[in-house]
């Protein structure tokens, strides 16, 4: 084992990448709550490995969609777990990475020289948001369908680009078949690229620029 470990060192450095990615040290007063960050990736991954199974049996069409959901739930072996797995994963991510987030502000950590690190959190996290409403039509239930009408209602009230940003969500002036085949492509094609490289450059930055030390507290005393 020694061997082989010593044969990959010598190619591309493993053992170089390991010191750099996990025997950093850690400022003095971290605690718990920055595992926030380390829990959204988990549960990044969750989504990630539970979206890819349950694609290999959803069929993105108003015919097929909502009965192929049922057949994922009843029949494929843990279809329901997984399923479930995908569905709470969903809303725990959103909840954690927003916690993520208000922990980084309220300590700071996104002043100098973390100011890009924030920039790509910010978009990851409406990444996220876009997640969550794209696939909540893809059951192509009376939940989904609905609520996917209020958020296109919504994008329409915007200046300007509203009534466009509408009939974009839509694919044409009403939900349908269009509508339900963007939002599977936008969920499963251009959101996880999009992801997956917000991420990575995120990831890169906290491992490069090192993890923010709380805020020290004033401890003088006022004269």
Do not use: C
Not at 22 to 28: L, Q, S, T, Y
Not at 168 to 185: D, H, K, M, N, Q
Not at 206 to 218: L, Y
């Amino acid at each position: 084992m020694k061997k082989i470990v010593d044969w990959f060192d010598e190619r591309i450095q493993t053992r170089e990448i390991k010191e750099t990615l996990f025997d950093r040290k850690i400022p003095k007063g971290v605690g718990w709550i920055y595992a926030l960050g380390s829990a959204s990736l988990f549960l990044l991954i969750l989504q990630a490995v539970t979206g890819i199974l349950l694609a290999m049996s959803y069929s993105a069409a108003p015919d097929h969609a909502y009965a192929s959901v049922q057949y994922i739930t009843e029949q494929i072996p843990m279809g329901a777990i997984i399923r479930g797995l995908h569905k709470w994963g969903a809303s725990f991510m959103v909840i954690v990475v927003t916690l993520h987030m208000i922990r980084v502000y309220f300590m700071g950590a996104y002043k100098f020289p973390r100011e890009l690190t924030w920039v790509l959190g910010v978009l990851i996290w409406l990444v996220v948001i876009g997640f969550g409403f794209t696939g909540y039509l893809l059951p192509w239930d009376q939940k989904g369908y609905w609520a996917t009408m209020v958020g296109a209602n919504l994008a329409g009230q915007a200046p300007f680009i509203g009534e466009a940003a509408s009939k974009v969500l839509r694919g044409g002036e009403a939900l349908g078949a269009i509508t339900l085949t963007r939002f599977y492509a936008i969920h499963v094609l251009v959101l996880p690229a999009s992801l997956l490289t917000l991420v990575g450059l995120h990831l890169f930055l906290v491992v490069r620029q090192g993890i923010s030390a709380p805020p020290e507290r004033d401890k003088g005393e006022r004269s």
